[in-house]
């Protein structure tokens, strides 16, 4: 038998082992709120856009029923602060009513008066 010292054996590098990282993808938490019901007064409603005229009114809310564009002043909680507004606006707006939001749209005043009962 004969052993060869000329002959250099390449050297093997032993790296340890890369632990695993498990990555954790979080859902994000949805909170599912209940409807939402507030009051807002309408002041105005148009088949056309008219955001020039009622879009520059201070705190103006402006939301598309087809095919309708509805302004409306002001959200309030209850049917009466709602009513108080309206009250106050009748003298520029003669033909400003309280409308019932439920998740931003529109239902009729009695269902929302019933479900806060």
Same mark, same amino acid.
């Given at each position: 038998?004969?052993?060869?010292? #000329? !002959?250099? *054996? =390449?050297?093997? &590098?032993?790296?340890? =082992?890369?632990?695993? &990282?498990? +990555?954790?993808? *979080? *859902? ?6 209940? $409807? ?15 955001? !020039?005229?009622?879009?520059? +009114?201070?705190?103006? +809310? ?11 002043? #002001? ?15 009748? $003298?520029?707006? =003669? #033909? ?12 009729? +005043? ?8």
């Amino acid at each position: 038998m004969l052993f060869s010292c #000329g !002959k250099k *054996e =390449p050297k093997k &590098t032993i790296k340890p =082992p890369v632990p695993k &990282t498990e +990555i954790k993808k *979080e *859902e994000p938490k949805v909170e599912v709120k209940k $409807d939402v019901l507030v009051y807002t007064v309408q002041i105005a409603a148009s088949y056309n856009k008219q955001s !020039k005229k009622h879009e520059a +009114i201070p705190n103006v +809310i402006n939301y598309n029923v087809n095919p309708w564009f509805k302004y409306s002043l #002001g959200t309030y909680k209850t049917y009466q602060e709602a009513r108080a507004s309206r009250r106050s606006l009748l $003298d520029v707006y =003669p #033909g400003a009513f309280v409308q019932a939001l439920k998740n931003g749209a529109p239902i009729p +005043i009695q269902e929302a008066l019933k479900s806060t009962n």
